[in-house]
């Protein structure tokens, strides 16, 4: 809230109101709960007033609500006229061991992100890492198996993108890289066409800000290979 969204909020209010609750004078015999109960009622307008004051966005009036105060609510997004979730927050759960082979796991973030928006009508914005047994042990694809998975899954109907993200590095210096990631369904991730061969985890994406990535309609996977940084 900066100091012109407070002022305008605070000329919409009755400054009779104010100059009476601020210049109140207690009576003969008149109980101090009632000064005490007018500046309560005064302020409360106030905090009112402040949080659901109109703001202009393109020529309209939009009420700006206060903000949630569940910490994992994150509300859906317009990304080409589609609603997107792109983040969740919640209180990370520990590390998670790899998925077996036939596997599809998700974190933390995006099961309880699946729970809040069941039955809505949105698409989750998740990248996913993907891993094979070696005989050994599980480990990651290499570039070129990962390149193989992803054209057979847009051969499949995926729709998968590559996106820049950065994380901070050193002094607080961005270090850029490149993902993948797609949007899904609460049906594709719930019906997963994997590969029974690798497992996959899917998790959300975000800046090193915790702020969220950005996907350019341009950048959907069509040609490979995939230049990776």
């Not at 050994?136 to 570039?143: D, G, I, M, N």
């Amino acid at each position: 809230m900066n100091a012109k969204k407070f002022s305008d909020a605070m000329s919409e209010l009755d400054t009779k109101y104010i100059d009476e609750a601020l210049n109140y004078k207690k009576k003969a015999n008149m109980p101090s709960w009632i000064k005490w109960g007018a500046m309560a009622a005064c302020l409360i307008l106030i905090v009112g007033v402040v949080f659901w004051s109109p703001t202009k966005h393109d020529g309209r009036h939009v009420i700006n609500p206060a903000p949630e105060i569940s910490s994992g609510l994150n509300h859906p997004t317009t990304h080409d006229g589609r609603r997107v979730i792109s983040k969740y927050h919640t209180n990370p759960s520990g590390s998670y061991a790899a998925p077996s082979p036939g596997e599809v796991n998700f974190a933390s973030a995006v099961r309880e992100a699946r729970e809040k928006y069941e039955g809505k009508d949105v698409r989750f914005l998740l990248t996913f890492s993907i891993f094979k047994d070696n005989g050994e042990k599980t480990v990651e694809l290499s570039e070129e198996e990962r390149i193989e998975e992803y054209q057979r899954l847009v051969s499949l109907g995926y729709e998968l993108y590559t996106a820049e993200c950065w994380t901070y590095q050193g002094e607080g210096e961005k270090l850029y890289y490149t993902v993948v990631v797609g949007y899904f369904t609460e049906s594709d991730l719930s019906l997963f066409r994997g590969n029974p061969e690798y497992g996959y985890m899917f998790d959300f994406v975000t800046n090193g800000d915790g702020s969220s990535i950005s996907v350019e309609e341009t950048e959907i996977i069509t040609n490979f290979p995939i230049n990776y940084s």
